[in-house]
């Protein structure tokens, strides 16, 4: 089955400096990737996605960057601000019908 | 409702006991999900409905869980004999069409469960 791995765990930042995430996924049949923003006590939102037949997507500060190949995918935000400070989890599509979550990154951004 | 409704919002029992966890997704959505999210962890996948079968079960720890659909819109999560280690945060989503192929998974609030 599919499987997931997320880094980094924990990532700070200052105000207005770009922060990137990084995931892996095996299976190569994967071919949905949503990110998720999780605040604390919230659920789980969408924030961007990117289908395997794009290498990237973009919507204002954030954007998604997907390598097929070396089956990676990365979430990239400029400009961040406190209110991204949140808990982000990539996942990817296993068997076509559900998500396989990454173990999130906790992003800190300070004023 | 606007959103998928999870209830109760916090669950505290004693191990051993039988609890029931209810999702009700947003009207019209074919796929309905459940997912455990431990502290610090991701959401982990327990069980996907495509209407009112189960088509996919395989991420249920053991014979002690078993969820229901009966009539493709509410769902319940049915945990026997809780153990301490059911704790968790039992998150429902809801889905416009079978499968990913819309995408966006829509989640609830959760529901947490505490098992002293």
């Known amino acids: 089955g599919e499987n997931v791995e997320q880094h980094p765990s924990t990532l700070s930042v200052q105000e207005g400096d770009s922060a990137v995430i990084k995931c892996t996924y095996s299976?190569?049949?994967?071919?949905?990737f949503p990110w998720y923003k999780q605040e604390l006590g919230k659920r789980p939102q969408l924030i961007i996605d990117?289908?395997?037949?794009?290498g990237e997507k973009k919507d204002q500060r954030i954007a998604v960057t997907l390598n097929k190949t070396a089956k990676h995918f990365s979430l990239h935000i400029t400009e961040t601000q406190p209110e991204d400070s949140a808990v982000y989890f990539c996942?990817?599509?296993?068997?076509?019908?559900?998500?396989?979550f990454g173990t999130g990154t906790r992003l800190l951004v300070s004023p | 409702g606007a959103g998928v409704s999870q209830t109760p919002s916090n669950k505290v029992t004693e191990k051993g006991k039988y609890v029931e966890l209810r999702c009700d997704p947003i009207?019209?959505?074919?796929?309905l999900y459940w997912y455990r999210q431990s502290l610090g962890q991701g959401p982990e996948f327990l069980i996907y409905?495509?209407?009112?079968?189960?088509?996919?079960d395989s991420g249920l720890p053991n014979d002690r869980f078993f969820a229901v659909r009966p009539e493709g819109s509410v769902s319940t999560l049915k945990i026997q004999r809780t153990e301490r280690g059911d704790s968790a945060m039992y998150l429902c989503?809801?889905?416009?069409?079978?499968?990913?192929?819309?995408?966006?998974?829509?989640f609830g609030e959760g529901s947490r469960l505490t098992v002293l």
């Open positions: 989503a809801s889905s416009l069409l079978p499968g990913m192929n819309t995408g966006e998974l829509f």
């Open positions: 009207s019209g959505h074919t796929a």
């Open positions: 299976d190569s049949a994967s071919n949905y």
């Open positions: 990117i289908r395997s037949n794009v």
């Open positions: 409905f495509q209407g009112t079968g189960a088509a996919d």
């Open positions: 996942a990817a599509t296993s068997g076509f019908q559900k998500l396989v």
